[in-house]
């Protein structure tokens, strides 16, 4: 069907769990964890305020593309995976953008790991924040299958030595970078990985329109519990790995979305991983890979971006300045779930209310939907 693009990875994994309320447990210090996390988080976006006279993200400061897309909902999907936004056929509009994790804006020789941001709008269903006049679901992915760390309390650690280094030393996080990835190919070319060298900059400098973007940390789907993944297809899977030449831009990853998307569009497949077995995907441990053997990713969708200008004035105003995304934005039947999911909930809210505040621009859930 749809030219074949659903026929990836369809063979019908082993029985997926149930979801029940009961799968997640609340560590008995995460609403101070919380807590702390949000004053980090403030200090570093107090610091970039002053820097750089703009409220900026205190993660994923520096966006690379801010792009109208569509996501297709494939028609007739098996029960299990015919589950909340994905219960019917249909296509959404999308807002994307495309971001580098730091909460600083860094020249992109400081190599980090890529985010891709989706937000749908007219989506039909119960929200999470009981607003009726909210149509939305967001979905936050990563480039890279599992998250850094296991639990809130590791994650504050993480972010304090974030905050930290904020605007300190680009020389040295340059030389850093360019040192961290030399010991990461070597770390590669044995099969291996390191998380926390990718992270301080020892990500490969490849094309962010063929990488592979994963949620990381788990949600509900509907009658279940799943993981998700965009799969770079049609043009963008040929970006694959794909180096990039930054030849001495500061901007050099936008450069290269921008020369692409002026001449092509493309496209990710969307895929949910089932959870099948609580022992080997754990709800409460975010560091945790999914195993691919026990329940392989199978598509859903297809988000797709038509040959565009990556980057104008007007969405500088309407995606990254304009809309907050965070997955606490979306239905009740896509619930985030575990420790991770749990902090950001009081996280997001706290900095997007910053953000606003400071920009003077409040952030209206759907507003891209009513005006275009």
Same mark, same amino acid.
């Not at 580098?100 to 891709?116: E, N, Q, V, Y």
């Given at each position: 069907?749809?030219?074949?693009?659903?026929?990836?990875?369809?063979?019908?994994?082993?029985?997926?769990?149930?979801?029940?309320?009961?799968?997640?447990?609340?560590?008995?210090?995460?609403?101070?964890?919380?807590?702390?996390?949000?004053?980090?988080?403030?200090? /570093?976006?107090?610091?970039?305020?002053?820097?750089?006279?703009?409220?900026?993200?205190?993660?994923?400061?520096?966006?690379?593309?801010?792009?109208?897309?569509?996501?297709? @909902?494939?028609?007739?999907?098996?029960?299990?995976?015919?589950?909340?936004? =994905?219960?019917?056929?249909?296509?959404?509009?999308? +807002?994307?953008? /495309?971001?580098?994790?730091?909460?600083?804006?860094?020249?992109?020789?400081?190599?980090?790991?890529?985010?891709?941001?989706?937000?749908?709008?007219?989506?039909?269903?119960?929200?999470?924040?009981?607003?009726?006049?909210?149509?939305?679901?967001? $979905?936050?992915?990563?480039?890279?299958?599992? =998250?850094?760390?296991?639990?809130?309390?590791? =994650?504050?650690?993480?972010?304090?030595?974030?905050?930290?280094?904020?605007?300190?030393?680009?020389?040295?996080?340059? &030389? $850093?970078? %360019?040192?961290?990835?030399?010991?990461?190919?070597?770390?590669?070319?044995?099969?291996?990985?390191?998380?926390?060298? /990718?992270?301080?900059?020892?990500?490969?400098?490849?094309?962010?329109?063929?990488?592979?973007?994963?949620?990381?940390?788990?949600? *509900? $789907?509907?009658?279940?519990?799943?993981?998700?993944? &965009?799969?770079?297809?049609?043009? =963008?899977?040929?970006?694959?790995?794909?180096?990039?030449?930054?030849?001495?831009?500061?901007?050099?990853?936008?450069? &290269?979305?921008?020369?692409?998307?002026?001449?092509?569009?493309?496209?990710?497949?969307?895929? @949910?991983?089932?959870?099948?077995?609580?022992?080997?995907?754990?709800?409460?441990?975010?560091?945790?890979?999914?195993?691919? %053997?026990?329940?392989?990713?199978? %598509?859903?969708?297809?988000?797709?971006?038509?040959?565009?200008?990556?980057?104008?004035?007007?969405?500088?105003?309407?995606?990254?300045?304009?809309?907050?995304?965070?997955?606490?934005?979306?239905?009740?039947?896509?619930?985030?779930?575990?420790?991770?999911?749990?902090?950001?909930?009081?996280?997001?809210? +706290?900095?997007?209310?910053? *953000?606003? +505040?400071?920009?003077?621009?409040?952030? /209206?859930?759907?507003?891209?939907?009513?005006?275009?």
């Amino acid at each position: 069907m749809a030219g074949g693009w659903l026929s990836v990875s369809q063979e019908k994994p082993m029985p997926p769990v149930h979801y029940d309320a009961t799968l997640e447990q609340v560590a008995p210090d995460e609403a101070d964890t919380a807590a702390e996390l949000i004053a980090t988080m403030q200090r /570093i976006s107090a610091r970039t305020l002053a820097d750089e006279d703009h409220a900026l993200r205190a993660v994923h400061a520096k966006s690379h593309a801010l792009l109208d897309a569509t996501l297709t @909902v494939a028609p007739d999907l098996p029960p299990e995976l015919a589950q909340g936004l =994905f219960a019917r056929g249909g296509t959404y509009r999308a +807002a994307l953008r /495309i971001s580098t994790s730091p909460g600083d804006l860094l020249d992109d020789a400081i190599s980090t790991p890529r985010g891709l941001a989706i937000k749908l709008f007219g989506v039909p269903g119960e929200q999470l924040s009981g607003d009726p006049a909210e149509t939305t679901q967001d $979905f936050l992915l990563v480039d890279g299958p599992a =998250f850094l760390v296991a639990t809130p309390g590791k =994650f504050l650690a993480n972010v304090k030595l974030l905050a930290a280094t904020t605007d300190r030393a680009e020389g040295l996080k340059h &030389a $850093f970078s %360019t040192v961290a990835r030399g010991i990461e190919r070597l770390i590669e070319a044995v099969g291996g990985e390191s998380g926390t060298l /990718i992270a301080l900059g020892g990500h490969a400098i490849t094309h962010p329109l063929g990488a592979i973007y994963y949620s990381q940390v788990p949600f *509900r $789907f509907g009658e279940y519990v799943a993981k998700l993944a &965009a799969v770079p297809v049609d043009a =963008f899977a040929a970006l694959k790995d794909a180096p990039v030449d930054l030849d001495g831009h500061y901007d050099g990853l936008r450069i &290269a979305i921008g020369q692409t998307l002026a001449a092509t569009g493309g496209s990710w497949n969307l895929r @949910v991983q089932l959870c099948t077995d609580l022992a080997r995907m754990p709800i409460e441990d975010a560091a945790v890979e999914w195993d691919e %053997t026990a329940s392989p990713f199978r %598509t859903v969708a297809r988000l797709t971006v038509a040959a565009q200008p990556s980057w104008s004035l007007q969405n500088v105003a309407a995606i990254d300045d304009g809309l907050a995304f965070s997955p606490w934005h979306g239905l009740v039947a896509h619930r985030p779930l575990g420790g991770i999911n749990r902090v950001r909930r009081a996280v997001y809210a +706290a900095l997007q209310a910053d *953000r606003s +505040a400071r920009s003077g621009c409040p952030f /209206i859930e759907g507003v891209r939907n009513a005006t275009g």
